[in-house]
């Protein structure tokens, strides 16, 4: 294990037997359970198949979205987004999570390669689920039991629909610490409730373009900062859209309405930040320490704003509520924002180059990720939940997602980055094949490193395919430029 100054943290990759592991996690003090034993095969918890009431979908694994800043300036898929969305299709997960985050107009795109539902786009991400698809069919024989959807998405405070170094944030109402962290002028506009009902008829009709592409749901985006998450958030906000918990969930009612009403028989599904903590930044050691803010904080959801280093669920499970009166039972579980705090939202041993080195054993923040989602799934066992966090175990990842399936404290066992490294991962763990661990993700954080400097993403460090691209050796230079 090594123990400098910056990576004071152990290896996942040190731990090579389960006692050790368990001590391991002991001496962290979290609580993260995990089976010694893994089961292949017909009574595999991961492989057994899930009814999402008509639909069955055929195991346990579940790929969360994945953007590749990859598309055409016009919003269409390019060809290392059609290679991603192929190797999601030839993961031997049941469940795809959205691909990837799609905008749902040129003005909500996170950034100018970002995908784009709209007329001109429509035919190609029609081609881009049919090569999942296809794909998945050819390795895996049938596609019977395969749920594709896709991740809808405006952008709202981290736009950047014109040029990958200018934000043109859409915001709902002023942050007293987001707002001078990302250089947003106190006299910038906040949005209308009039342009809030434009946005809310753009979701509508991208849904109904999901539909007509074959996707069989759609992603209501509440996650990461992004303008569904900021909603729920916007207590400050006046208006039919901010102050009360109904007021901010009035956002997702209205397009869930509205697609209801559009695109009848599409389901409907929301990933969302089940909870958050006060932005961090770079302290003098590089390690990342919290922004300082006196007075309750107000502006997070899913936060003690009495402690904002602790987290608080009670408004998660009245959003929840919110979900079950819609009739909504999809839900996938993240925390936080790649922007503002991403030790809580992709647990990593090395930053990536806007971020800072981890205040705590990345283990903590998996760990986290998945007792919230055991708390979530234990209050609604009826709804299908997808947890995330699972990247950063690694060589331990299929022991502990086989724990939660199994305990049922988890319905679908969702991955990330690990995906980009080893996309078939799911298939070896279901056919009881021994772990690839030279593809296994190490959280080098170049595939958020790369967007970062305006590169595409791709896991540079694993994937041969990327270790050879042209925008390797840019990669590595934008690195040396921040010594990361
Ligand atoms: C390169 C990259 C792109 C991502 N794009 C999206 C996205 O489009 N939509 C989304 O909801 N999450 C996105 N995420 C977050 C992942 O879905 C996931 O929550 C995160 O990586 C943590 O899971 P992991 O530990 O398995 O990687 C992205 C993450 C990475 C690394
Ligand atoms: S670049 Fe590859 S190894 Fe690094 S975090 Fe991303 S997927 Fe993992």
């Not at 595999?44 to 198949?49: C, E, I, K, V």
């Not at 100018?112 to 024989?141: I, K």
């Not at 966090?389 to 980055?417: C, I, K, M, N």
């Not at 190490?442 to 270790?467: A, E, I, Q």
């Amino acid at each position: 294990m090594p123990d400098d100054a910056l990576h004071p943290y152990g290896r996942m990759a040190a731990l090579k037997r389960a006692d050790e592991l368990a001590a391991y996690i002991e001496r962290l003090g979290v609580a993260l359970g995990f089976d010694r034993e893994l089961t292949a095969g017909e009574h595999a918890p991961l492989g057994q198949a899930y009814s999402l009431g008509e639909q069955r979908i055929g195991n346990r694994f579940c790929i969360l979205p994945m953007e590749g800043w990859d598309g055409t300036e016009d919003g269409r898929p390019s060809a290392l987004t059609f290679r991603r969305w192929r190797h999601f299709g030839e993961s031997g997960a049941k469940l795809i999570w959205g691909g990837e985050a799609v905008a749902v107009s040129h003005d909500g795109r996170a950034n100018p390669n970002q995908l784009l539902a709209s007329d001109h786009t429509q035919a190609s991400l029609a081609d881009l689920r049919r090569a999942l698809v296809s794909a998945h069919q050819e390795r895996f024989g049938s596609s019977d039991d395969l749920f594709v959807g896709l991740q809808l998405t405006h952008s709202g405070r981290f736009a950047r629909p014109n040029q990958k170094n200018r934000l043109e944030p859409r915001i709902l109402y002023h942050h007293p610490l987001l707002d001078p962290k990302f250089g947003i002028d106190p006299g910038h506009a906040c949005l209308t409730d009039g342009e809030i009902g434009k946005i809310i008829e753009n979701f509508v009709r991208a849904a109904v373009r999901a539909q007509d592409a074959g996707f069989a749901f759609v992603d209501i985006k509440h996650c990461h900062g992004y303008l569904g998450h900021e909603f729920l958030s916007a207590r400050r906000r006046p208006g039919r859209y901010g102050g009360t918990l109904e007021n901010r969930t009035r956002f997702l009612t209205e397009i869930v309405q509205g697609v209801r009403r559009d695109a009848p028989g599409l389901l409907i599904g929301v990933r969302l930040s089940a909870f958050d903590l006060i932005p961090f930044r770079m302290g003098s050691d590089r390690r990342g320490e919290p922004e300082e803010f006196t007075g309750p904080y107000d502006c997070g959801f899913g936060v003690d704003a009495s402690n904002p280093l602790r987290i608080d669920l009670t408004e998660t499970f009245r959003l929840l509520d919110v979900l079950d009166r819609l009739a909504i039972r999809l839900v996938c579980i993240s925390g936080g924002s790649p922007y503002y705090n991403p030790h809580i939202q992709r647990p990593a041993l090395f930053p990536p180059s806007d971020g800072y080195e981890p205040p705590e054993d990345p283990l903590a923040g998996a760990a986290r990720l998945i007792a919230v989602t055991s708390e979530i799934k234990a209050r609604y066992p009826h709804m299908a939940i997808v947890g995330t966090g699972y990247s950063y175990l690694q060589e331990w990842l299929p022991h502990v997602a086989q724990h939660y399936v199994r305990t049922r404290q988890v319905d679908f066992v969702g991955l990330g980055r690990v995906v980009l490294a080893y996309h078939d991962l799911p298939a070896d763990v279901l056919r009881g094949a021994p772990l690839q661990t030279r593809r296994l993700c190490r959280t080098f954080s170049d595939c958020t490193t790369g967007p970062r400097n305006g590169l595409v993403s791709g896991c540079f460090p694993l994937d041969p395919f990327y270790r050879g691209h042209p925008q390797a050796a840019l990669l590595k230079v934008a690195k040396q430029q921040v010594k990361i």
